[in-house]
């Protein structure tokens, strides 16, 4: 088990391992394809002056990214809970970040939000 500098207690290799096991970022994906196509069909115009193209554009020749996946302690429940956050960076095809989406996941890895930072 590996400690940080401020000892808090991480043992890296089963976190992998969870992660790997978890697929949670072959979910996180599917629930960001979900929210993508939602602002499209809801605000094309939105989507397409952010993004810079349409839908079908942004699924296909867009890259994307996996960024970063974090066990955190969620204040915003009573009593707090712990969540798991998976994000995913999307660029354009000259690799120019475009946005980045985030979902999180409780103890039991049900989606409780998502959000997508324009």
Not at 11 to 22: A, K, N
Not at 40 to 49: G, I, K, L, P, T
Not at 53 to 68: I, P, R
């Amino acid at each position: 088990m590996l400690k940080t500098q401020t000892g808090i207690p991480i043992d890296s290799h089963e976190f992998s391992r969870f992660i790997d096991s978890s697929e949670i970022f072959d979910r996180t994906t599917a629930l960001m394809n979900a929210y993508l196509a939602r602002w499209h069909n809801n605000d094309a115009e939105s989507f397409v002056e952010h993004m810079r193209a349409d839908l079908a554009t942004v699924l296909k020749q867009y890259h994307f990214f996996n960024e970063f996946v974090a066990i955190t302690k969620n204040f915003n429940f009573d009593p707090p809970i712990d969540t798991l956050s998976c994000t995913i960076r999307i660029t354009d095809e000259e690799d120019d970040c475009c946005t980045r989406y985030r979902a999180v996941f409780d103890a039991q890895l049900n989606v409780i939000d998502d959000t997508m930072s324009r």
